[in-house]
């Protein structure tokens, strides 16, 4: 008869007697007391009498002796049996749970890696040998924008300047993504370049009842319709990775001048450089005259319409085969260094009759504290040749 196993017992066949034994040994095992602590106080024909047994019951054949030896051997041992089932199951299982763990730690150790981010919108990956080659060809391709009546190139540097390159957590690739709203501003600050204010005409009344155009009108242009470069960018920027070249259309639209008085002018200041006299007006009106020398012919003063910038009460003036110290009264008009300012080393004779400066407009110490002081920055000066 084969030996069944329920639970953490051994059950013998019936025609052995063991229950005194495992009276004995079950609460033990239940209260988790070893059998080396038992044999200490239980007599050994009560730990194990079926081998006291077996070796006076003739009946029992050889083999069944040996069975039942082993059989008490094991129920006499269990504990150590277990100890060593759980061992051998813990050896088999070990290749498995080493697979287990080192795949656990495989994928814990990649999710601390992280991947490059790729940034939404027009992306394109490559092998970071092939990255040069490749900004290369997307710089060099066919770029224009049709500004009006003319045609002009994007250069290879500002479309460079459209791409974002990063690289790949084990280096690689390289991801390069194109920036839509990069390419609009860009070509927007592009575009804007051809735009032009208009210079509005200005006629002025003179105190004698002439008048004359001080500033000639020009016409400006602008752009006919900015929003769509915007929507142009979004093709460009696909165009750009598939090496399509583009064709960005801008339409200038003419924007024409206004006729202007002294009267749109809060504070205006006009220089007649022919007639070497300037003309203070404020809201409309002439309020101060005053004789000048200007620009001689070989150094001119610049014609046109400025706007006072910098002022200061005093400065040593410098260009060339020239030094001039303690310069009085100054107002930076030009930006390319040109003033109205106070001149102390001419005689009052020359004023009204002869310019004599290097491009600067020169008055006479008391008219030049006048205007300092009644002129602030962003004045309005206009230098007219008649």
């Known amino acids: 008869m084969k030996q069944q196993i329920i639970g953490n017992d051994f059950i013998a066949p019936p025609k052995r007697v063991v229950l005194p034994v495992k009276r004995v040994l079950e609460p033990a095992l239940a209260m988790g007391i070893n059998h080396a602590s038992l044999s200490s106080s239980i007599p050994a024909a009560s730990i194990a009498p079926s081998l006291s047994l077996a070796n006076s019951d003739s009946s029992y054949n050889n083999d069944d002796s040996f069975k039942d030896k082993a059989f008490d051997l094991l129920h006499n041992h269990s504990i150590a049996v277990y100890a060593l089932l759980i061992l051998a199951i ?25 991947p490059t981010k790729l940034s939404s919108g027009i992306n394109m990956t490559v092998g970071s040998n092939d990255l040069a080659s490749t900004v290369q060809s997307i710089t060099a391709q066919s770029a224009t924008m049709n500004l009006g009546s003319q045609t002009v190139a994007v250069s290879p540097a500002t479309i460079r300047s459209w791409l974002q390159i990063t690289t790949s957590a084990d280096g690689a690739n390289d991801n390069i993504h194109i920036n839509s709203n990069l390419v609009s501003s860009s070509l927007l600050a592009q575009a804007d370049t051809y735009v032009k204010t208009p210079l509005n005409q200005v006629t002025i009344t003179r105190s004698d009842g002439s008048s004359e155009v001080a500033v000639g009108g020009q016409n400006g242009l602008s752009l006919s319709d900015p929003s769509s470069i915007p929507t142009q960018a979004a093709t460009i920027s696909k165009n750009l990775l598939s090496n399509k070249g583009f064709q960005v259309n801008a339409p200038l639209s003419s924007v024409p001048f206004q006729a202007w008085t002294p009267a749109n002018f809060t504070k205006l200041i006009v220089t007649d450089l022919s007639s070497k006299k300037m003309y203070v007006y404020q ?9 000048v020398s200007a620009g001689k012919p070989s150094t001119p003063t610049p014609i046109g319409e400025f706007h006072i910038w910098a002022k200061l009460t005093s400065q040593t003036m410098t260009g060339p085969g020239y030094v001039q110290p303690n310069v009085p009264w100054i107002n930076y008009f030009d930006h390319s260094g040109d003033a109205i300012h106070g001149v102390y080393w001419r005689p009052a004779s ?11 407009v020169g008055l006479p110490l008391s008219a030049a504290e006048w205007v300092y002081n009644w002129a602030p920055i962003g004045t309005t000066v206009i230098n007219t040749p008649n």
Do not use: E
């Not at 290749?95 to 890696?113: R, T």
């Not at 020359?350 to 600067?360: L, M, P």
């Open 90 to 114: 813990g050896l088999a299982l070990s290749p498995v749970a080493q697979s287990y763990f080192s795949s656990g730690i495989k994928l814990a150790s990649l999710n601390q890696i992280q």
């Open 283 to 291: 809201n409309g009106q002439i309020v101060n005259t005053f004789l």
């Open 350 to 360: 020359v004023f009204g009759n002869v310019n004599t400066s290097h491009g600067c």
